[in-house]
């Protein structure tokens, strides 16, 4: 839970205060923060204790003292600041229907993702399972990195601990594995995913093998270091960078699989956090498949539209037993908004203006945080940020609580509200009068990598849950495509299989899928160059529009359709082969 440091006047950075979550429970409290810099930043550690870990492309992470986070500043090299964010996790005949089936068959292509690596950066992975070991009883995992755990963490990184295949090995040839390397998925989901993108089928004699059964993989087990039970924004680029060095030095191409996300961002692809993954996504040889979430009957987006001088009430429902949750709303920074907040007991923020940047509030016991941010280099438009939150062992007043805002000056008039996702706050907390639209969770809005929604492939129908379209703003058509997310048979830890359903389980559909495209592209000659941008443009080209349903693509729910990697392959194989495709 997060306290708030008591003062009358917030910290003030470049672009006024720092955000209201940015506070901590005490001045020594050390915090991590994504910079964006041009330069070297080793006089942080001197003049200000900061770790510094650099992710490559101008970007870092800097951890230090609470207090001293706006004198980062104060320095030339540091371009802008953006606090870390919580990301959440989000949840075969299914193999058949993507049209995967036929491209391992030896008459058509024979893909098995040989020679690739399928990087799984999730809740772990449950090693000893006998889909992630070759048939002589060796690990395919080769490396695995947990930052939840003390020990010897890559170089680079400051955290966790870091095992070879080698360590791994000698633990599956112990009578007690998790002794020799203790991580353990306790989760489920990160083993899940695994299995769907890359297991081989050994529990089951090769009836439930995944998509990329022969491919290499390296998994990230996402730390904790936030005071919540969900990784951050910046464990996440610890773990993005890690795999694709690896695979670097490895020489060999990557898929990354990212199964969770979040509500907290502008939703049109404009975050720090999302334009390191597009910069990311141009190192290497790699293809990164992201989840939409399972926001779409969520009820946790709102849609408005402002006029001058009328006021207007946003009314949503707070379930009980909830400590914190957090309303962002996203408008045309020319416009100008007064806010209040109202608690189920009718009592009041007050009107907020954004000259005041900040307001603190105590409403029936419940902590209320307004804050006016400002444009960035990054982003014209302004984020209002709320966050509600309880200091005592007192939940969050439930009930009907109200944001009403008072347009001073309209010029555009449009703006936005979310939430934050299922996984955090349940169904029963929702607006009054939700939004379906503009539902995906970030990072699936970033512009570089390949947005996967979900669809009923037995009965070849959109689900409720899976976040849809476009990005705020119509920036981009999103989601690219849809995949399986209906009761999938999967690996489970504990060396057995269950039966999941969400858009974390149609993602790796695709990250296996890249796989077995880059397998035959680079590994085994045929294009040099099919990964990024131009792997998802030969995915989007193949997807197939669903049966009996006249739509215009691309659509906010199926994007531009149903994986279908065997038109995908059909595709490629014309356009770089010349003549026929296989049949």
Sequence with gaps: ?????????????????????????????????????????????????????????????????????????????????????????????????????????????????????????????????????????????????????????????????????????????????????????????????????????????????????????????????????????????????????????????????????????????????????????????????????????????????AVEGVAQNIMFRVAPNLQSLYVTMWKNFVDTFGVEVFSPGRQTTGVVMPEQLLRVSNLEGAVVVVEYTQPTHYNEDQNIYIRIESRTENPIPPGLWRVRIRPERVVDGSFDLWL??????????????????????LPSTALGVISVGGYNQTIGATVGFSGRGFTRGSITAKPDLVAPAMNVITTAPGGGYDVLSGTSIAAPFVTGSAALMM???????????????????YLVKGAVQPLGQNLSFPDPYWGYGILCLNNTMEYLFQYTQGGTARL
Aim: net charge negative; proline share 6%; aromatic share 10%.
């Design 1 to 305: 839970m997060l306290t708030f440091i008591q003062s009358d006047e917030p910290p003030i950075g470049r672009f006024g205060p720092l955000p209201a979550d940015f506070a901590a429970p005490g001045q020594n409290a050390r915090m991590e923060v994504i910079v964006k810099h041009a330069g070297n930043l080793d006089a942080l550690t001197r003049d200000l204790g900061a770790d510094v870990e650099y992710m490559g492309s101008g970007y870092a992470i800097v951890t230090l003292p609470y207090p001293l986070i706006p004198q980062l500043y104060n320095y030339r090299e540091v371009e802008y600041v953006e606090r870390s964010k919580n990301l959440i996790w989000l949840m075969r005949e299914s193999l058949r229907v993507a049209c995967i089936d036929r491209v391992h068959l030896p008459e058509t292509f024979g893909l098995s993702g040989a020679g690739v690596l399928v990087a799984i950066i999730d809740s772990g992975i449950d090693y000893t399972h006998p889909d992630f070991r070759n048939p002589d009883g060796t690990t395919r995992i080769v490396y695995l990195w947990d930052q939840t755990l003390e020990g010897t963490p890559p170089e680079g990184f400051f955290h966790g601990a870091e095992f070879s295949a080698a360590q791994i090995n000698e633990a599956l040839n112990s009578p007690d594995p998790f002794r020799v390397v203790p991580s353990r998925d306790t989760l489920g989901h990160g083993t899940a995913v695994a299995g769907v993108a890359a297991g081989n089928g050994r529990a089951s004699d090769g009836r439930e093998r995944g998509v990329a059964f022969e491919a290499s993989l390296i998994v990230v087990k996402l730390g904790e270091r936030g005071r919540s039970s969900f990784a951050r924004t910046t464990e996440f680029m610890r773990a993005l960078k890690y795999v694709i060095d690896k695979a670097d030095a490895l020489s060999m191409p990557l898929a990354v699989n990212i199964s969770f996300g979040t509500n907290d961002g502008s939703h049109d692809g404009l975050s720090l956090f999302e334009t390191y993954l597009n910069d990311q996504a141009m190192r290497w040889k790699s293809v990164i498949a992201v989840a939409t979430g399972n926001e779409g009957s969520a009820g946790h987006h709102y849609v408005g539209k």
């Design 420 to 441: 934050p996702t299922v996984e955090e706050v349940g169904l029963q907390t929702a607006f009054t009068e939700p939004d379906p639209l503009v539902t995906l969770t």
């Design 519 to 537: 397998q035959w592209g680079i590994v085994q000659g045929n294009d040099a160059f099919l990964y990024g941008q131009r792997a998802k443009a």
